[in-house]
């Protein structure tokens, strides 16, 4: 082998590192969690939070977005109307609960707890978690993957 080709050969892998590194070419946030969590955001919603961090194998993004009140309003009550909304988190109380509850993880579920709304699904090495901030109308997501 040449000289050259040994130095091109460096350079491209170099470049291919780089490349992968920095996330390029991953789903925009404002477009993927939207598709991920079945839902609804205005399009000009304002971002506070989109943030991803690279840890070897494991993944995580954050994505928050703060909401008008209309906005805030709106986007429960879609959120109230989708099949997979829940007026209480899941128990695991007996066998139905715990078919239930795993078909939640799996799925994705909203629930209403106390003083918010929340939504989480695991599935394949990949867990989606939200939490609604009705007081302070902001929605964070989050992925976690490997």
Not at 37 to 62: C, H, Q, T, W
Request: glycine residues 4%; charged residues 25%; positive net charge.
């Amino acid at each position: 082998m040449s000289k050259l080709t040994v130095k091109l050969y460096c350079i491209v892998l170099i470049c291919i590192v780089t490349i992968i590194g920095c996330d390029w070419g991953r789903t925009p946030s404002n477009i993927r969690f939207p598709k991920n969590f079945n839902v609804r955001l205005p399009s000009d919603v304002k971002v506070i939070r989109d943030e991803y961090e690279d840890m070897g194998n494991d993944y995580a993004i954050y994505y928050t977005v703060k909401l008008t009140t209309t906005e805030m309003n709106s986007f429960i009550y879609d959120m109230k109307h989708l099949n997979n909304f829940y007026l209480s988190p899941p128990s695991n109380e007996n066998e139905r609960s715990n078919k239930l509850l795993v078909k939640q993880y799996r799925e994705g579920a909203w629930y209403k707890t106390s003083n918010d709304y929340r939504f989480f699904k695991e599935n394949r090495g990949t867990s989606l978690n939200a939490f609604v901030d009705t007081v302070n109308l902001s929605i964070e997501f989050q992925e976690f993957g490997r």
